[in-house]
């Protein structure tokens, strides 16, 4: 690990202008993840900006009945929060179905956005990958690739996004806030994160030296009925190989409205807009759950040993949706 | 001396203030271990995959591997080392003894704080992974055997001792809810 | 003044009841210290540097940067390292690991090989310049693709402490006769044994001796072979293990002793080496992946004509090791036709060692399947089958059994688990969305005992210290050992007091093959009976005490030869959710025959604790390897998993009585036989549930859903 220089930030203009004077500071907030890869050599920041004092750790219901999450609220407060745990149950479940207790009592809701990949070759600077030092190639294309990407990949990298949070918050059209020197701005998270395409070390739509702020959940009445399923090579303290976010709502077994992301799949959660699409307006049978997914998946391409994620994404919605539309019916 | 890459801090640990003069790569548990001769708090993946380094900061358990110790200053620091209360073992001490809740012993300090640090989440309500329904309105969930593995999970044990450390937090959870009731505490 | 042994303390007898570990209040209140936590005045910081490159040589070592750097003391290599001796063969047999005589050329015969150390005031400054260090090399096309089929396998001469190759019968004529034959392959992944504390060790020179503080399986072991590698008279160094982070095989002599202790003669001053978690994954050994083919042969009853097992795992370019899944069977059941081989393959890897219970885990894993599969093809019980295949004498060896109690484990088990009740059928019980089934597999591992010494002594104050060089990974073996001597002594254990892990007193065997304690405890009986005696002919205790000193080679010679072997009945129920490949233990119960229990409080967190291995083996623990660059992919606790808390369901171990009148010590280890079956028991209750044999472990999600999808066996 380099030298590097320290200090706290006691407002967000402060932090801004560290960053705007220097393009190889870096925010901190819990670290979880940048000071893991500042030991592994694959983040060098010439001096850390610790953001987790600025006012940003609030949850406050919007008046339409949404929420706005501080970008420093730490994982674990906002699995706790009741209003989340209310209104969007899915999300709670998803952040506790990351990392460990001490780990979401440290991570914030900032980083967790802006966390990289676990692709084993991208964390080992021994190894060559295009995310990280770009034109040196992607191992894991041929090598070691089973829990890799199956959608929206491409031959220059085929990591995932680990978030398990940010799955929860992609099927519920979170929008994510932000300030830079130059002002303040906001993109929704389905539009955060950059296609892979030849350019995977390009990884989010913020703008240099940006901090976030915050993350606004728009009112959503059917997330009150979610949920998020993970499955991992573990029972714990893993991460997905699969995961799904889920929200239905059902009258007279018709599907009025359906929210579906998919996590460990891509270089992003996965917000699956072409099955809800085709789930609207439709009967709430496992049938119609099952031909949504595969109308999702059709787009899949997976690697030599990650086939087994079509299979899997297939059935956790059908299962999931299965159980959504069974609550509902009672 | 303080330096751009270096800072002069206090550090809170177990009551005790520490000044000390840290390099800003230093990592909490390294300022324990090589700085304080806190050695209790291990040293397992040094990645935060483990969790034998877990300690408490303002009440709350965190592994100390990813926590600066520059970033630490001003925060209420608990480490293995001030657990017991003098010669009186912490109730989650007494039960891993007791019912041998560790072999090589590696892993258990963190899995102590760790222990510590669930039995306070659990008595403020907060769900699991494994709580059937996270909803407020379903109240807070039974501290079950499956519950206390759930959020014992960030502290892996090598020689294979689960079995006694979640009996063990499952008595000491009893014991200090007895305790409270016995001194009229609030949890 | 005065002792007497206490008459009233005689008659209560410390060995079989419970007792918390007499260093409990130091592990659970963070007093416990490790070997990278004893502080020494100066200590310079050692981090190790690894070669980048799977095959080829190192050209240069950019170290002039480096050293420029604040706070590096020194950059060691192959082209400055002081030179050492590697020619001999150390106490257990074998010559000292290439890996661990670091930088004696420029060689690198696989990734993750120790090319450099470097020195520096702080840890901190010790990283940075170790990731800084530019190390040149000319590479060279490598293998690490281990496969069944591989072009370069070949049959070793010996295979460790066991023999290579055992082809007892005739074996077409057997499979000939067989009226039911089980043909199958099964692998098993490279695992690692991870101790929770990396390896570390601290080295200093003390007034004209090497003084080593170290996380060691046997302080002796790791003394003499450094003594040896640095040409030091063996009364000149002295290793220290006081508290053991784990080891499970892996904590031998090893790179960073053997750097540290080079670069404390360079610098003269005390100089630490630990390893990160990741270096660990190539310097500190492994369990070789395995393919083993399994061949049983039997009438309709299932009573076993032929019992063939044909292991291939691997080595590496500079040392040979054989992982003896094949022995597996040797000592468990009869066949007229019994082949038992092992077959070798030179790939550019580290060499692997020893794991928790090297050979049997594996060997059982494969073993114990083709067994459930010849009870199903049978109609027959698993346990009736095994039961029906009991020998009277050692299957291969002819000799007598000293005790073997397997079918009692395996009808206390039955009783236990409530295997009355269960149907044989495959894929019938549901519980929500999971499949629900039962297995069970037997366990043995080898009793043995290594030579060993021991000196007990008398206190003035009647109170006795017992000196040896004994090592507690977390086994409970300090615990065990002062039960053992305050019996022998007829005082109570509060009364005695057990020093171990400082090779200064003298000789002994590690912790290991399960033979710690038995061998420990040998060494202290005698000892301490002598004293005892001696105490009672005249109690007159001087100031500086009265010490007795034991060696056990003789008696271990005088043994009789016999099987010995600890048995075990392995139940385990799963929970299988094939629309998303998730494998859950319910439950697990082991009953083992394992001797003399000499703590059943301690011996009972091994046992389980094996078992949780046997978990971990089943579902979880695999190594990747790029084939392409040669080197580990996610070589952390991230990337490779083992059981976490949320994984271990209800595991109860317990025992059925098991003497052998004939052996003196009585004791068997605890350490092993508790994996040993264990993944069989759970792949078999996989089937139970599923109805798919699963023959490649781990049973991973992905391997649980294809096998669904393409509704074959996987």
Not at chain 1, 81 to 90: G, I, L, N, S
């Amino acid at each position: 690990m380099r030298e590097f220089g320290y200090q706290r930030a006691s407002d967000v203009s402060g932090a801004l202008a560290v960053l705007d004077a220097d393009p190889d500071a870096r925010f901190i907030g819990g670290g979880t993840n940048l000071v893991d890869l500042m030991k592994t050599g694959v983040e060098r920041p010439s001096r850390l900006v610790d953001v987790r004092e600025l006012p940003l750790d609030e949850i406050a219901v919007t008046r339409d009945g949404g929420l706005r999450i501080g970008a420093t609220v730490t994982n674990s407060d906002l699995a706790a929060h009741p209003e989340v745990r209310r209104r969007y149950p899915a999300l709670a479940q998803a952040v506790l179905a990351g990392a460990s207790g001490q780990l979401r009592n440290m991570a914030t809701v900032g980083g967790n956005l802006l966390q990289r990949t676990r692709c084993a070759y991208f964390t080992d600077v021994t190894k060559p990958c295009n995310k990280r030092e770009p034109g040196t190639g992607c191992p894991a294309v041929e090598g070691e690739h089973r829990n890799h990407a199956i959608l929206g990949a491409s031959g220059h990298c085929v990591a995932v996004h680990p978030s398990d949070m940010g799955v929860a918050l992609t099927a519920f059209d979170a929008v994510v806030s932000y300030e830079t020197a130059q002002g303040p701005g906001e993109t929704p998270l389905a539009d955060f994160y950059l296609p892979v395409g030849d350019t995977p070390h390009r990884e989010t739509a913020l703008p240099p030296g940006a901090l976030i702020t915050g993350v606004t959940l728009p009112p959503a009445p059917v997330a009150a009925r979610s949920r998020y399923r993970k499955v991992r090579e573990r029972a714990s303290y893993a991460f997905a190989i699969g995961s799904v976010a889920a929200a239905l709502d059902v009258r007279d077994n018709v599907v009025r409205d359906v929210r579906l992301a998919f996590g460990a799949v891509a270089s992003r959660p996965w917000r699956a807009r072409a099955a809800e699409r085709a789930l609207t307006g439709g009967p709430a049978t496992a049938e119609a759950f099952a031909a949504a997914a595969d109308a999702e998946l059709a787009a899949a391409e997976p690697l030599r040993d990650n086939g087994y994620k079509v299979t899997l994404i297939r059935n956790l919605v059908v299962a999931v949706l299965s159980e959504l539309a069974e609550e509902d019916a009672r | 001396m303080a330096s751009p890459t270096s800072s002069a801090i206090t550090l809170t640990v177990n009551g005790d203030k520490h000044e000390l003069t840290v390099d800003h790569r230093t990592t909490l548990l390294d300022a324990l271990r090589e700085r304080l001769d806190l050695t209790g708090s291990k040293k397992g993946c040094d990645q935060g995959q483990c969790g034998a380094c877990t300690v408490l900061i303002d009440g709350r358990r965190a592994v100390s591997c990813l926590q600066l110790a520059v970033a630490a200053e001003g925060r209420e620091i608990t480490t293995i080392e001030g657990m017991a209360d003098g010669e009186e073992l912490h109730p989650v001490q007494q039960a891993f003894l007791d019912l041998d809740g560790f072999q090589c012993g590696y892993c258990t300090p963190g899995q102590i704080c760790s222990a510590v640090g669930v039995i306070a989440e659990h008595a403020a309500g907060w769900p699991s992974a494994v709580t059937e329904d996270v909803r407020p309105e379903a109240g807070p969930p039974p501290l079950t055997p499956d519950e206390i593995r759930e959020r014992m999970s960030g502290n892996l044990c090598r020689c294979g001792a689960y079995v006694s450390i979640a009996q063990a937090v499952a008595r000491a959870a009893g014991a200090e809810s007895e305790a409270v009731r016995e001194t009229g505490e609030a949890a | 003044m005065t002792t007497t042994t206490d008459p009233a303390a005689a008659a209560v007898r410390s060995i079989g009841t419970a007792r918390t570990r007499v260093e409990g209040r130091d592990k659970v209140t963070g007093a416990a210290r490790y070997a990278g936590e004893i502080p020494f005045a100066e200590l310079a910081h050692g981090w190790l540097v690894l070669s980048t490159v799977a095959r080829g040589r190192v050209r240069s070592v950019e170290a002039d940067p480096v050293l420029a750097m604040p706070g590096v003391l020194a950059v060691l290599h192959h082209g400055n390292a002081p030179r050492v001796e590697s020619d001999f063969v150390g106490m257990l047999g074998v010559p000292p690991d290439p890996a661990a005589v670091v930088f004696q050329d420029d060689r690198v015969p696989h990734a993750g090989w120790p090319v450099a150390l470097v020195v520096a005031e702080t840890s901190e400054q010790a990283r940075e310049a170790a990731e800084t260090l530019v190390v040149h090399y000319d590479q060279e096309p490598h293998d690490v693709a281990f496969s069944a089929g591989h072009p370069g396998a070949y049959a070793p001469e010996s295979a460790g402490y066991a023999e290579a190759a055992v082809e007892k019968g005739d074996l077409e004529a057997a499979l000939a006769a067989s009226s039911v034959v089980v043909d199958a392959e099964y692998t098993t992944p490279e695992e690692h044994h991870n101790a929770m504390e990396p390896h570390a060790a601290a080295a200093r020179w003390d007034g004209g001796r090497l003084e080593v503080v170290d996380s060691n399986q046997g302080s002796t072991w790791v003394a003499s072979e450094l003594a040896q590698m640095f040409s030091l008279d063996p009364g000149a160094v002295r290793v220290r293990s006081e508290h053991v982070g784990g080891g499970f095989g892996s904590k031998g002599v090893r790179a960073h002793q053997v750097a540290a202790v080079m670069a404390a003669t360079v610098l003269q001053r005390p100089v630490r080496v630990v390893m990160t978690r990741r270096q660990v994954f190539s310097l500190a050994g492994y369990r070789s992946p395995t393919v083993q083919r399994v061949r049983l042969g039997a009438d309709a009853d299932g009573r076993l004509r032929v019992l063939e097992h044909r292991s291939l795992s691997a080595t590496s370019t500079v040392r040979e090791f054989v992982e003896t899944s094949a022995a597996a069977g040797r000592a468990l059941y009869p066949a007229d036709a019994h082949h038992t081989t092992h077959e070798l393959v030179r790939l550019d890897v580290p060499t692997p060692t020893w794991m928790r219970a090297p050979g049997e885990a594996p060997g059982s894993f494969a073993l114990e399947s083709a067994l459930d599969e010849l009870a199903e093809k049978c109609g027959v019980d698993p346990i009736a089958l095994r039961t029906r295949n009991e020998p009277d004498r050692g299957p291969v060896s002819g000799l007598p059994f000293g005790s073997r109690n397997l079918v009692a484990c395996f009808e206390e088990g039955a009783r236990r688990f409530g295997w009355a009740d269960r149907d044989p059928r495959p894929g019938l019980r549901r519980d929500g969305r999971w499949l629900l089934g039962t297995g069970t597999a037997a366990a043995s591992f080898h009793a043995g005992a290594g030579p060993s010494t021991a000196a007990v002594t008398a206190e003035a104050d009647g109170t006795f210290t017992v000196r040896i060089t004994a090592a507690d990974i977390g086994t409970g073996a300090r615990t065990a050992l002062t039960l053992v001597a305050a019996d022998t002594l007829e005082v109570a254990p509060e009364r005695v007091r057990v020093r171990i892990g400082d090779s200064d007193f003298g000789p002994a065997m590690i912790a290991g093959g399960s033979m710690g304690t038995r061998s420990w405890a040998w060494a202290i009986t005698i000892a301490a009976r002598e004293l005892r005696e001696r105490l009672a002919l005249d109690g007159t205790v001087p100031p500086e005490g009265v010490t007795v000193r034991s060696d056990t080679t003789e008696a271990l010679g005088a043994l009789s030869q016999k099987e010995r072997h600890s048995y075990g009945a392995q139940f385990a129920e799963v929970a299988v959710d094939t629309a998303t490949g998730e494998v859950r233990v319910r439950r697990m119960l082991g009953i083992f025959a394992a001797g003399r229990i000499v703590n059943p409080l301690t011996a009972r967190s091994q046992l389980v604790g094996g078992m949780i291995w046997g978990i971990s083996m089943a579902l979880h623990e695999e190594a990747a390897r790029d084939r392409n660059l040669g080197s580990h992919v996610g070589a952390d606790l991230a990337g490779y998993h083992f059981a976490a808390h949320a994984d271990v369901p209800a595991v109860e171990a317990d025992w059925v009585d098991d003497q052998d009148p004939d052996d003196p010590i009585d004791i068997k280890g605890v350490g092993e036989v508790g994996i040993v079956g264990a993944a069989a028991a759970v792949a078999n209750a996989v089937w139970h549930a599923t109805g798919v044999r699963h023959r490649h472990l781990p049973i991973r999600p992905d391997r649980v859903l294809l096998a669904h999808t393409g509704a074959h066996d996987a």
